[in-house]
């Protein structure tokens, strides 16, 4: 080891520590962001992924050295079907914590001036998508929470009790053009040692019994194994939040199909609403993803792309 150097940069980011495995498919959305509107809306829309495939735009970005010429994008796709409002959830912000007041359910009679809008910290709406609707097996119903933003709480109560029992579209909430958050729990991968989970370098040939290990997980003194050492673990399959992704496409099936030429791998055909969104997001074919309104970052153009192709080509695996 007479070439080692006496410090190196650390082999992975803590950032993500601890890396544990996700206790739910579904992400939990520690907080939903502030929208400048004078209209409520939700803030969120649940989805699942279908696939990849690239799309060919025009670069629309200011003082780039490509500004107007055509740029290679990889996008995703997300199958979006329509979500109903099944209630609203009124929650109060007191001694530190958030706490449900009440519950309002689709089919009761409520009004805005029966509330106890007086406590009411913030709103949200139960929302329920149907994965069968998606082509997916699934029959079970998912519902969960979104949250509502936009105008003044009782416009926002007076909002959601609107839409009680009704259908809403992608297309209601989110316009090409604009920026996003993904949420999903990302792809597993199981047990894997510290050289693919961290990225730490193999040993040299014959300098120990073990080439895939840290060479030293610690001093003599103190003597314990600090959480910052690369170790073997679980990797993969985690809750993981994609920012700044731009929405590209947004349409139906039955009026401009998006399913290329033998069907996405492990997933088939998408027949109802969907979404092309910029870029990768997280899990596999057929996982559960929630896009959010854009939590972080300047506020760009959210002018709708000009598109000039969609790529239909086949698909490596698909049958």
Not at 20 to 41: E, H, N
Not at 55 to 60: G, M, R, S
């Amino acid at each position: 080891m007479g070439h080692r150097k006496h410090s190196a940069p650390r082999r992975g980011s803590l950032a993500y520590s601890p890396r544990g495995r996700a206790k739910s498919l579904l992400p939990r959305i520690r907080t939903w962001p502030k929208v400048q509107s004078d209209k409520p809306t939700v803030l969120g829309f649940p989805g699942f992924k279908a696939g990849t495939t690239h799309a060919i735009t025009i670069d629309d970005r200011a003082k780039t050295p490509n500004f107007g010429k055509p740029l290679f994008n990889v996008s995703s796709v997300l199958s979006v079907p329509e979500v109903e409002i099944v209630g609203m959830r009124l929650y109060a912000h007191e001694n530190g914590r958030d706490f449900a007041l009440v519950d309002v359910k689709a089919g009761s009679e409520a009004a805005a001036d029966k509330l106890p809008l007086g406590r009411t910290s913030r709103v949200v709406a139960l929302v329920s998508s149907v994965p069968r609707e998606a082509g997916l097996s699934q029959k079970k119903p998912i519902v969960m929470e979104v949250g509502v933003g936009g105008g003044d709480l009782k416009g926002q109560v007076e909002y959601v009790i609107g839409l009680l029992g009704k259908k809403v579209k992608f297309g209601d909430v989110f316009k090409p053009g604009m920026y996003v958050d993904v949420l999903g729990i990302t792809k597993g991968k199981g047990y894997e040692g510290p050289v693919t989970r961290f990225g730490v370098k193999r040993k040299q040939h014959k300098s120990r019994k073990s080439v895939r290990a840290v060479g030293v997980i610690g001093p003599w003194h103190p003597a314990a194994v600090m959480y910052t050492i690369a170790r073997a673990g679980q990797m993969g399959f985690h809750e993981r939040t994609e920012t700044g992704k731009r929405i590209l496409v947004t349409g139906n099936a039955s009026d401009k199909p998006i399913t290329p030429l033998g069907g996405f791998t492990h997933f088939g055909e998408v027949g109802g609403d969907y979404a092309v969104v910029r870029g990768s997001v997280p899990g596999p074919a057929r996982r559960f993803v929630l896009v959010r309104f854009r939590a972080r970052g300047v506020s760009k153009s959210q002018a709708p792309p000009q598109m000039v192709e969609i790529s239909s080509a086949l698909r490596s695996g698909s049958k």
